[in-house]
T-cell receptor, first 115, second 111 residues
Framework: DAGVTQSPTHLIKTRGQQVTLRCSPK?????VSWYQQALGQGPQFIFQ???????QRGNFPDRFSGHQFPNYSSELNVNALLLGDSALYLC??????????????FGPGTRLLVL | RKEVEQDPGPFNVPEGATVAFNCTYS??????FFWYRQDCRKEPKLLMS???SGNEDGRFTAQLNRASQYISLLIRDSKLSDSATYLC????????????FGSGTRLQVQP
């Protein structure tokens, strides 16, 4: 049973560029959430997708956008990159509602460095 | 004020020691509570859920006090392999809700 997968593992971009990160959820999961983790901090929620729509959004600017595909995989896009966007980007998946105690399972992350 | 607050540590303890981590959360609407473990440069992994009645998993015991909005994690007989950052996490609802993380408490178990 494959877990959550993400690609690429590492990425180096320059300020002003755009980046797309990809995530495939764990088998049987239909909900994908994206988090940004800066060095020394806990992950911060960016947004969540299910049924191919953005359902919740954290306190991130519109430069951060996403998409979910019919197979439940997801993309995170960041436009006009800033130095402060350098972080570990984590994708987490969770199953359909099941008792309220289901948590989210994380992929290995994409480490983005903006120069 | 952060929604989930943790002592950042680091906690440096000898092997075999008992160590306790505390966490407070500000949103009384929070419904689910977890401890995650994160190794250096890796993703967070679920350590255990936290139930109102308290729960234990081997050497790990978690407690929740909803009235005080306080969560704890106790690790007994610390092992070198317990060295990691421990993240306190709350969820306002079911798995579809956003997880809110504390900044983590770093534990270093020394031989």
């Amino acid at each position: 049973d494959a877990g959550v997968t993400q690609s690429p593992t590492h990425l180096i971009k320059t300020r002003g560029q755009q980046v797309t990160l990809r995530c495939s959820p764990k088998s049987g999961h239909d909900t994908v959430s994206w988090y940004q983790q800066a060095l020394g901090q806990g992950p911060q929620f960016i947004f969540q997708y299910y049924e191919e729509e953005e359902r919740q959004r954290g306190n991130f600017p519109d430069r951060f956008s996403g998409h979910q595909f019919p197979n439940y995989s997801s993309e995170l896009n960041v436009n006009a990159l800033l130095l402060g966007d350098s972080a570990l980007y984590l994708c987490a998946s969770s199953p359909r509602l099941a008792g309220g105690r289901e948590t989210q399972y994380f992929g290995p992350g994409t480490r983005l460095l903006v120069l | 004020r952060k929604e989930v607050e943790q002592d950042p540590g680091p906690f440096n303890v000898p092997e075999g020691a008992t160590v306790a981590f505390n966490c407070t959360y500000s949103n009384s609407a929070s419904q689910s509570f977890f401890w995650y473990r994160q190794d250096c440069r890796k993703e967070p992994k679920l350590l255990m859920s936290v139930y109102s009645s308290g729960n234990e998993d081997g050497r790990f015991t978690a407690q929740l006090n909803r009235a005080s909005q306080y969560i704890s994690l106790l690790i007994r007989d610390s092992k070198l392999s317990d060295s990691a950052t421990y993240l306190c996490v709350v969820n306002r609802g079911t798995g579809r809700r956003a997880l809110t993380f504390g900044s983590g408490t770093r534990l270093q178990v020394q031989p």
